[in-house]
């Protein structure tokens, strides 16, 4: 069974530009996590989904920042303008609705702002 | 509010040493318990995990035993290995949604 995807690996862009990352879960999973990881704040929990929909926003550091989840097998996490403290690793997990409560993390996007 | 607490790294080893990684937490109830463990330039990948008091998770030679007398998960290797070298999390859940991780401990192991 294929694991969590995400795209692009990673990705360079310059202050002001608008970035997209990608995400596919695990089929069958119904809850999806987005995390940022940084040397200095370590891995923090931006935003997540139950059934496609979104349940804790509180983490999205700011409105340059939003998500979405069309379907359940697709979410993006968008961020608009981009600025230079926003480099770090963008994970995305799923976790299944049943069974227990530990999530499944994708390789990561590592995002670079110039 | 719910946390956790892990041993400060960077943890050196020879190949061949045992391994402890102290974990202890702060949780109302019974939380789950995790440890996942993360290679350079990959996600975090879950290594085991114990639902209840005195259960003991195992994987790929490690295991941590749910502790709840002194509220701790410590990971726990008796042979460490040169490809073993990674961050390793510990993690709990409230039996909700979210995951609560501790700050990672990065292990070093030297052939």
């Known amino acids: 069974d294929a694991g969590v995807i995400q795209s692009p690996r990673h990705e360079v862009t310059e202050m002001g530009q608008e970035v997209t990352l990608r995400c596919k879960p695990i089929?069958?999973?119904?809850?999806l996590f987005w995390y940022r990881q940084t040397m200095m704040r370590g891995l923090e929990l931006l935003i997540y989904?139950?059934?496609?929909?979104?349940?804790?926003d509180s983490g999205m550091p700011e409105d340059r920042f939003s998500a979405k989840m069309p379907n359940a097998s697709f979410s993006t996490l968008k961020i608009q303008p981009s600025e230079p403290r926003d480099s770090a690793v963008y994970f995305c997990?799923?976790?299944?609705?049943?069974?227990?409560?530990?999530?499944?993390f994708g390789p990561g996007t590592r995002l670079t702002v110039t | 509010g719910d946390s956790v607490t892990q041993m400060e790294g960077p943890v050196t080893l020879s190949e061949e040493a045992f391994l402890t990684i102290n974990c202890t937490y702060t949780?109302?109830?019974?939380?789950?318990l995790f440890w996942y463990v993360q290679y350079p330039g990959e996600g975090l990948q879950l290594l085991l995990k114990?639902?209840?008091?005195?259960d003991k998770g195992s994987n790929k030679g490690f295991e941590a035993t749910y502790r709840k007398e002194t509220t701790s998960f410590h990971l726990e290797k008796g042979s460490v290995q040169v490809s073993d070298s990674a961050v390793y999390f510990c993690?709990?859940?409230?039996?909700?949604?979210?995951?609560?991780f501790g700050t990672g401990t990065r292990l070093q192991v030297f052939p």
């Open positions: 993690a709990l859940s409230p039996n909700t949604d979210k995951l609560i």
């Open positions: 949780a109302t109830g019974y939380p789950s």
């Open positions: 997990a799923s976790r299944s609705g049943t069974g227990g409560y530990e999530q499944y």
């Open positions: 114990a639902t209840k008091a005195d």
């Open positions: 989904f139950n059934n496609n929909v979104p349940i804790d």
């Open positions: 089929s069958g999973h119904n809850s």
